[in-house]
């Protein structure tokens, strides 16, 4: 049986359009949690990258921290502890996300920020700087649709809180 140019040219067409309905098709909005813990993932991510318009693009403009701090004075911190040194890894523990309303979700987390020097793995252990805070903060859904961190406060962790 051989199939004529029309009938194959149906066969893709109808493909297409199907595939075009299955891309098209509304997706449902992940919830506040997971959508605050996406976030939260790029951020970390964002900041191992050392990419610091993508991590502060996470920020609101109306960001207010518990020390006092503007988005700005954020900035500043978050560029002193992301840029310093060559290799940097962020770690993401014990994320506890809470929701408060649709468009408004409390966030507990510590976050280990850890910095090597070594060139060989032997050093690795020896050579390794380790900061590590416990983050305590709201994120709210903006009007662009994006979740941003509008409060924080932040304290530093001791190694015995860390696990």
């Known amino acids: 049986m051989t199939l004529s140019r029309g009938h194959v040219l149906g066969v893709v067409?109808?493909?297409?359009?199907?595939?075009?309905?299955?891309?098209?098709?509304?997706?449902?909005?992940?919830?506040?949690k997971e959508a605050i813990t996406r976030k939260v993932?790029?951020?970390?991510?964002?900041?191992?990258?050392?990419d610091m318009a993508e991590l502060m693009a996470g920020v609101s403009d109306t960001f207010s921290s518990g020390e006092g701090w503007s988005k700005q004075d954020v900035k500043g911190v978050l560029l002193g502890q992301v840029l310093r040194g060559n290799w940097m890894r962020v770690f993401v523990r014990d994320l506890q996300v809470t929701e408060v309303n649709p468009s408004r979700g409390d966030?507990?987390?510590?976050?280990?920020?850890?910095r090597s020097e070594a060139d060989q793995l032997e050093k690795l252990a020896q050579d390794?700087?380790?900061?590590a805070y416990l983050i305590e903060g709201t994120f709210e859904k903006q009007s662009d649709g994006e979740w941003r961190v509008v409060q924080a406060k932040h304290r530093p962790l001791s190694p015995t809180e860390l696990f």
Do not use: N
């Open 13 to 32: 067409l109808a493909l297409l359009a199907a595939g075009g309905v299955l891309a098209f098709w509304p997706q449902e909005e992940p919830g506040v």
């Open 41 to 50: 993932v790029k951020m970390t991510d964002a900041a191992e990258r050392k």
């Open 107 to 114: 966030v507990q987390v510590k976050i280990i920020f850890g």
């Open 128 to 131: 390794s700087v380790l900061s």
